[in-house]
Every structure is written in structure tokens, then in C-alpha cells.
């Protein structure tokens, strides 16, 4: 394999010692580019564009092209696991993502495809070997999977929720039932991202998106545990280099001690937690990505340079950061605002590392 040139962000996930702290953002690759919405004009669908290497390739490599970030993130979409259970995912304008069937029912569950990644899912796969190739070792490519919580959501309620009435209703009423669906997505998201390793992914993150939706005791009965089962049954290590696992639940900041034992070696927060008292929290177990509003990328460059201050100021002195925003990019944001974004974390972080 291609010597990697910049492991800048692999070795904050480890707590290493880092020259300045590593930038990268979620959703990274998205409509906010005008390259990306041609290329997606160019493949006709969203679900066409995550099908196509080559393309999902092009739109990982678009960002990287603008800023000099630090890793670059698979293209793809949470809901491919779902999908090739068999669920029918498809999208329509303005209303987000949805599926011809829906899993309400122990006879639901056992109508499930069963799949193996390699195969079911070896487009993606494609897309990991083709991005590693073109990227020649630059920065670390992240592959990500939804959690399983955070899939069960859309496949109850067959898309997507504000109240998420019927998932939490199977999960307080029928939690056998629930149980024996996130048993089955663990093991699915566990093969997934064990291939993506495989394929060439070097840091994986887990989206769980959904789970600061749970109360306290549901989010451990429900979320936590079932990403803990996927983090114990993938590679610690590939091409001789540990490959870092990222938990990132939003809202999560309340129940940051019961995530950093997890497993993971990177958690993420979301904007509404401090990161300095996140930092306090969660000691020397774990490294911290995050957590700047989205929503700061529409104000002045000024205002985000002050905002990139404030928020490397709260973290201090060390490595164990990762700089990325609490949430994915918006798409209506500026990309010039970016550019201030990520100019701003690579002049002022340096003096945070000058004794590592």
C-alpha cells in the first residue's frame, strides 16, 4: 500500500503528538459544491451516484481539491445497508429518504435479505479501492456505516421521523422484538464496515444520528450497546496501522462517560456540548471531534476565525482533537466560508501542540 503523507488525523484519534490539529468535515462531499450538484446531475440519481466508483470517487476527491483537509470521507449513504436487506430505498425531492417496505413485525424481520458486504454491497467497496487509489496516499480515507439504532429508525418508521412514534414504540412495548432487530443490524454493520477496512478505509466512523432521540436508560439499552457489539467485532488493525474507530451520537453530550467506554478511540460532539468540559469528562480514554455549529459557516469570516478560536481555546493544550463541525455542512453555505473554516483551524491550532 501507498505510504500515507499526512496521518495528521489518525494520530490525533490515538492522542499522539500532532504538529497542529487535523480538520475535516462531515458531509464534506455535498451540495453545498456547485462541482458536486453537476456531478450528480451527471449521474442522474443520488442512489445511481453512490453506485458509480468512479463518481463517488469524484465527489470524495471535489473537497479535497478546494481545502486542505486532513481526511477524506467515503461518498455514500447510511441507508445502503437497509437497502440491500432488501427494503427498497429510494428518494423523493424534498422529502428525504424512504423505503417500499417497512419492519414492524417478527415475520418482517425474518423476511430480511441476508447479505454478505463483499457482495451485497461490493459497490461500495469498488467506490473505497478507487478513492484509495486516487487519493496516492495524501491524507486517510474514513468509511462509515449508520448505527444500528439509527437504521432500525428508518426501517420502522420507513423513513424519515420528527417523533419517532412507531421505533419507540417497538422499543418500549415490544424490546424483544427491537432486540432482535439491532441483533441482526449489529451483525450487518460489523460486516460492513469490517469490508470497508478491508477494501482500504482507514479510520471508520458510526453515525449515530438518531439515538439522542432515546431517554437515558434506552439510549444504553439501545444504541450504546448494540455499537459496542460492532466496534468489538471489527480490525483493530490493517496495513500495520491501527485503524481508529469514531462514534458520533448527536445529542449525545449528556451520556459522554458511558461513550467513552464504548470502545471507540474517537467520540463525537455535537455543538450543544462544551468541548472543554467534554474534554474533562472523558480524560485521557478517548479523542474528541467536533463541534462548531454548522450554522457558523453562514456568518463572516471573521465571525467563524473567532468561533474556530473560541473552540480551540476550550479543548487547550494536547493532541486528541479532531476539528470538524457538530453536525454535517448545510448546503446552502458559501464554500469561500470554508475556506475561512479551515484556514482558521491551520494557523491558530499549532500553538495548542508546540510541547507534544
Known amino acids: 500500500m501507498t505510504e500515507l503523507k499526512n496521518d495528521r488525523f489518525l494520530r490525533a484519534l490515538l492522542r499522539q503528538p500532532v504538529d497542529r490539529t487535523p480538520v475535516w468535515m462531515m458531509r464534506q462531499a455535498g451540495r453545498y459544491l456547485p462541482e458536486y450538484r453537476a456531478t450528480r446531475k451527471q449521474a442522474g440519481s443520488f442512489l445511481d451516484l453512490c453506485k458509480n466508483d468512479e463518481l463517488a470517487c469524484e465527489v470524495t476527491l471535489q473537497p479535497l481539491r478546494r481545502y486542505p483537509m486532513d481526511a477524506a470521507i467515503l461518498f455514500s449513504d447510511i441507508l445502503t445497508v437497509p437497502d440491500a436487506l432488501g427494503l427498497g430505498l429510494y428518494f423523493e425531492e424534498g422529502e428525504g429518504p424512504k423505503f417500499r417496505k417497512t419492519v414492524r413485525s417478527e415475520a418482517d424481520i425474518a423476511g430480511l435479505n441476508s ?8 459497490y461500495v467497496m469498488a467506490a473505497v479501492r ?17 448505527s444500528p439504532w439509527t437504521l432500525a429508525t428508518y426501517m420502522v418508521e420507513g423513513g424519515s421521523s420528527r417523533d419517532f412514534a412507531r421505533v419507540k414504540a ?3 412495548d415490544q424490546p424483544e422484538l427491537m432486540n432482535q432487530l439491532l441483533s441482526l443490524l449489529a451483525d450487518a454493520v460489523a460486516d460492513y ?45 490493517a496495513d500495520g496501522r491501527r485503524v481508529p474507530v469514531i462514534v458520533f451520537t448527536k445529542g449525545g453530550g449528556q451520556w459522554l462517560n458511558a461513550i467513552a467506554d464504548c ?8 455543538w450543544t456540548t462544551d468541548i472543554g468540559a467534554a474534554r474533562q469528562q472523558v480524560g485521557d480514554r478517548v479523542a474528541l471531534q467536533g463541534n462548531m455549529d454548522p450554522s457558523m459557516l453562514f456568518a463572516s469570516p471573521a465571525r467563524i476565525r473567532e468561533e474556530v478560536a473560541t473552540i480551540l481555546a476550550g479543548y487547550g493544550h494536547g493532541s486528541g ?21 479551515v484556514e482558521a483551524v491551520q494557523e491558530l ?3 495548542y501542540h508546540l510541547a507534544d
Open 115 to 122: 447479505i454478505v458486504a463483499e457482495d451485497d454491497l461490493g
Open 130 to 146: 478507487t478513492i484509495r487509489r486516487e487519493l496516492n496516499g495524501e491524507v486517510p480515507l474514513i468509511g462509515f456505516s449508520g
Open 170 to 172: 417497538m422499543a418500549y
Open 193 to 237: 464496515l469490517g469490508a470497508q477496512i478491508r477494501a482500504g478505509a482507514q479510520a471508520v466512523q458510526i453515525f449515530d444520528t438518531w439515538g439522542g432521540s432515546l431517554s437515558a436508560a434506552a439510549y444504553r439499552e439501545f444504541s450504546l450497546k448494540y455499537m459496542q457489539r460492532v466496534i468489538s467485532r471489527l480490525p483493530a488493525e
Open 263 to 270: 470502545g471507540a478511540q474517537g467520540v463525537g460532539i455535537d
Open 321 to 341: 482533537h479532531v476539528f470538524n463541525l457538530g453536525h454535517g455542512i448545510t448546503p446552502g453555505v458559501n464554500p469561500d466560508h470554508v475556506t475561512a473554516f
Open 349 to 351: 491550532s499549532p500553538q
